[in-house]
T-cell receptor, first 113, second 112 residues
């Protein structure tokens, strides 16, 4: 149980375009989901906390207009990287809270060319 | 604030060697402690956890003991396999927060 999926697993987009990443809790309902960014050989950086039915809470230094988060249902949160640039290339990981723990998705590798 | 310090990697071992990855933490209260594993190209998986002092978490041959007196949660395995090659993250969460604070991760490379 407590499986979290992400789609797509890899995406390549051109600079200036937007890309949407989906995070789904497959077998449980998650009122709270989290989005992380991981740079090569580094730890996870929490970007934002996504709450179902309300606005996301962004960590300091994360541009909310660039990284749009929507948590429209109890099983789905989306992260949209708007007007992507090469420096946005990274590994994005979501997680969902369930029974006092976080369960992580498999990650999405974003490459902006 | 809370923080987690892990030994720097990569840790390179031969198959069947003994593994220790050191982890120490700083916290204001009584945190829960975790080890996560990230296989190449994948997300994080919870490997084991301990929620109070002297608890031992264990899974897949890995063990870690919550040592409050030394604020440590070192990861050990008696005999590593090539398939254990991954990045290991030590983490803590405190109080009502379920958001882990992660260490920087330690890469483990196991050679046949």
């Amino acid at each position: 149980g407590a499986v979290v999926s992400q789609h797509p697993s890899r995406v390549i987009c051109k600079s200036g375009t937007s890309v949407k990443i989906e995070c789904r809790s497959l077998d449980f309902q998650a009122t709270t989901m989290f989005w992380y960014r991981q740079f090569p050989k580094q730890s996870l950086m929490l970007m934002a906390t996504s709450n179902e039915g309300s606005k996301a809470t962004y960590e300091q230094g994360v541009e909310k207009d660039k990284f749009l988060i929507n948590h429209a249902s109890l099983t789905l949160s989306t992260l949209t990287v708007t007007s992507a640039h090469p420096e946005d290339s990274s590994f994005y990981i979501c997680s969902a809270q369930y029974s006092y723990e976080q369960y992580f998705g498999p990650g999405t590798r974003l490459t902006v060319t | 604030g809370d923080s987690v310090t892990q030994m720097e990697g990569p840790v390179t071992l031969s198959e069947e060697a003994f593994l220790t990855i050191n982890c120490t933490y700083t916290a204001t209260g009584y945190p829960s402690l975790f080890w996560y594993v990230q296989y190449p190209g994948e997300g994080l998986q919870l490997l084991l956890k301990a929620t109070k002092a002297d608890d031992k978490g264990s899974n897949k041959g890995f063990e870690a003991t919550y040592r409050k007196e030394t604020t440590s949660f070192h990861l050990e395995k008696g005999s590593v396999q090539v398939s254990d090659s991954a990045v290991y993250f030590c983490a803590l969460s405190e109080g009502g927060s379920y958001i882990p604070t992660f260490g920087r991760g330690t890469s483990l490379i196991v050679h046949p």
